[in-house]
């Protein structure tokens, strides 16, 4: 008899239902959704604006080629997009999520060099301790070495910068010259892999589950951009995790004036009610891959009416609501709920926030800021613990040396209370507990 794949440290509860904030197991117990899943639910579950938008698109057209046909709520949804997109007139080609789309972005670059007659620009620039998806090429990008171990035969073809991570960082005179260490790191790598080979520089602008919640600076952006457009390589912006408005702009990129080339979103571009993703090009990049002709790709869902049909409702409600800013000033909310609550606890390292995107780190020594072993699943055990006080929390580890550190990443949908957020950060607290964790 055929079996689900295995996925969880621990055996799964049966969801059977879903709404608001709240998720119900099949024995009716209620957890409190305090990371939207994978930090997708933005609106939180069983909206029914959304599933209505769902239902109309599927009864009138559920599938179509792009390849053959076009439909209103892909045009629709291209142009709401482009509303509050950081460029200006971007072409717009949807995917199925993440992975896809940072796939997708990686061709649309290469595509672009090639139309322009460089040849040799086929690298990638990625940042350590940064989370791009896990398909081959955006897997080459990602550094998470317990993801990519199996697989590095296949890899090779991305260049990697140091993390930019205020909470450990590795420049040595920190707090001073950590924008300088950075910049000359960008260039000292271009020059040692040569500009003509590189193609795009990936980043997050607020990282998600690696680091968690980390982020560099105005100053150091403005530099970057500058370096990498002297040098002919293209800036993508990796949004999946941070994008539709969950660090309290529409797009992070916008906390820094970074206007990239390429743009990739997914998980919150569809509150997670169906599998969406897209990646938006500038136009001036995106006509010359467009009139080159070289640009041949796409899966069967991409630029899916469906897809756009609710990526569009999204769009339609954050603005009806205003929930961008909701998050930002429901996120200042809830660090100081999550600081109240556990910020003094001596396992609690760093408690990092923008907007309704949070990242608690926990460790062994505060001062110090050691880690746990890894062998010890401290991080697990206070995911279960949680549950078990009724509140799910996302989890990631690796990010202290590769292989240690851990942290709990929160991200709440955007129509959460005051209320439900200060109880999610309470219910939080008892699972952390206390006593010290070791």
């Not at 205020?166 to 000292?188: F, K, N, W």
Request: charged share 20%.
């Amino acid at each position: 008899m055929a079996r689900l794949f295995p996925n969880s440290f621990a055996a799964p509860a049966k969801i059977a239902r879903a709404d608001g904030v709240y998720l119900t197991d099949t024995t009716g117990k209620k957890y409190m959704d305090a990371s939207g899943g994978a930090i997708a639910v933005s609106l939180g579950h069983n909206d029914s604006d959304i599933i209505d938008a769902l239902d109309a698109q599927e009864r009138s057209v559920a599938y179509a080629s792009r390849s053959v046909f076009t439909s209103q709520s892909l045009e629709d949804y291209a142009a709401e997009l482009g509303t509050v997109l950081p460029m200006e007139s971007p072409y717009i080609f949807t995917v199925s999520g993440g992975s896809e789309g940072v796939e997708t972005a990686f061709k649309m670059a290469r595509a672009y060099h090639v139309a322009r007659g460089e040849d040799s620009r086929h690298k990638i620039i990625s940042r350590r301790g940064e989370y791009h998806g896990a398909t081959r090429g955006a897997l080459d990008a990602t550094d998470r070495p317990t993801y990519d171990r199996l697989y590095r035969p296949w890899l090779g073809q991305t260049a990697r910068l140091p993390a930019y991570f205020e909470y450990r960082c590795e420049v040595p005179t920190h707090p001073q010259g950590c924008d300088d260490y950075h910049v000359a790191a960008l260039e000292e790598l271009i020059a040692r892999e040569g500009a003509e080979t590189i193609a795009a520089f990936v980043f997050e602008p607020v990282t998600g589950a690696t680091t968690g919640v980390a982020c560099a600076t105005q100053s150091y952006w403005l530099r970057a951009q500058e370096i990498c457009r002297r040098n002919g390589i293209l800036l993508i912006a990796d949004e999946v995790m941070c994008g539709h408005g969950r660090t309290g702009e529409w797009f992070a990129c916008d906390h820094w004036d970074i206007r990239p080339d390429l743009l990739v979103a997914g998980k919150a571009a569809s509150s997670a009610y169906w599998p969406l993703g897209f990646v938006a090009v500038a136009e001036s990049v995106g006509r010359v891959i467009h009139e080159s002709g070289l640009f041949v790709h796409g899966f069967t869902h991409s630029q899916s009416v469906v897809g756009a049909a609710v990526g569009l409702a999204v769009l339609k409600k954050m603005k009806q609501l205003d929930l961008v800013t909701a998050s930002a000033t429901k996120g200042k909310f809830f660090a100081d709920a999550l600081t109240a609550t556990f910020g003094d606890h001596p396992n609690v390292g760093d408690i990092r926030a923008l907007g309704l995107f949070a990242a608690v780190e926990i460790v062994a020594d505060k001062e110090s800021k050691t880690p746990f072993p890894r062998s010890a699943y401290v991080v697990e055990g206070i995911q279960q613990r949680a549950l078990e006080h009724g509140v799910y929390v996302y989890t990631s580890v690796g990010m202290a040396d590769g292989t240690n550190g851990e942290i709990i990443l929160m991200g709440p949908a955007f129509i959460a209370t005051e209320e439900e957020l200060g109880e999610m950060a309470s219910r939080l607290g008892r699972a952390i507990g206390t006593e010290l964790l070791a």
